[in-house]
């Protein structure tokens, strides 16, 4: 039980890399407070012992504070919500631009300022960002938007280290490479040829297949207890050798 007696909200929690992070904490003892914008993808969480379901949109700051200021101070914070862009810099619009760095970044800023004062007064607190070897680790095609918004996700995980380093409070990014998620499955049946772009996603991986979201759960698990304690700012890559 590596996470007992930790209260930890993961957003994002409704399906993928958040569900299966969501359950892995619960699994270890932690109080895990599972939050999504779909309210229907929480329902699975019935009788799941140490998990509470709550909606949240992350695009909403007044509904974060109202959230998590109602909360007991978070020990974890694992920010999981964000969007997959698809084109080039030629292809991306103002529009698409914007909506991802409010998703991807400045929903973690917001989810952060939120659960920083209740750290901050404990003294302890590791806070969890979702990033992407997409992003200033390593560019691959067709992921403009995406990659650009991932990059200040690693950019904003060094400066909340650096920042709070000295009171307790540690930053961290999870990188994943391809994840076999029900958000790529949706990606992939978007395509003209769903099993071509299946396979391609597939042979960019050198280990020769995507990874399952249970497969990445364990670095959030490691980086949420204790046994992390003297990580801080880093960017851990689980990428199925994408960055070898």
């Not at 996470?3 to 930890?8: E, H, I, M, P, S």
């Not at 890399?17 to 003892?29: D, F, H, V, Y």
């Not at 990059?151 to 000295?166: E, F, I, M, P």
């Amino acid at each position: 039980m590596r996470l007992k007696g930790k209260t930890a909200l993961v957003t994002a929690a409704g399906q993928g890399i958040g569900r299966a992070s969501a359950l892995a904490m619960a699994a270890e003892g932690a109080q895990v407070w599972a939050t999504d914008v779909n309210e229907s993808l929480l329902q699975a969480y019935a009788g799941v012992a140490n998990v509470r379901a709550a909606r949240l949109d992350v695009l909403d700051k007044a509904a974060i504070d109202a959230l998590i200021g109602g909360l007991p101070a978070l020990d974890v914070l694992f920010n999981c919500a964000g969007v997959v862009h698809n084109g080039t810099a030629l292809q991306a619009t103002d529009d698409e631009l914007d909506f991802a760095f409010r998703l991807n970044v400045r929903a973690q800023m917001w989810t952060i300022q939120a659960a920083l004062p209740a750290m901050l007064k404990a003294g302890r607190g590791s806070i969890i960002n979702m990033a992407s070897v997409c992003s200033s680790i390593k560019g691959l095609p067709n992921r403009f938007v995406y990659g650009t918004t991932k990059a200040a996700v690693l950019g904003l995980t060094k400066s909340v280290a650096a920042d709070y380093v000295a009171q307790g409070i540690r930053c961290n990014a999870v990188c994943p490479g391809t994840v076999d998620t029900p958000s790529l499955g949706e990606r992939i049946a978007a395509n003209a040829d769903p099993e071509a772009a299946r396979r391609a996603f597939v042979a960019r991986q050198p280990m020769g297949r995507l990874a399952q979201a249970e497969e990445i759960a364990p670095v959030v698990v490691f980086l949420a207890s204790d046994e992390s304690v003297f990580a801080t700012g880093q960017a851990f890559s689980v990428d199925g050798g994408i960055t070898i």
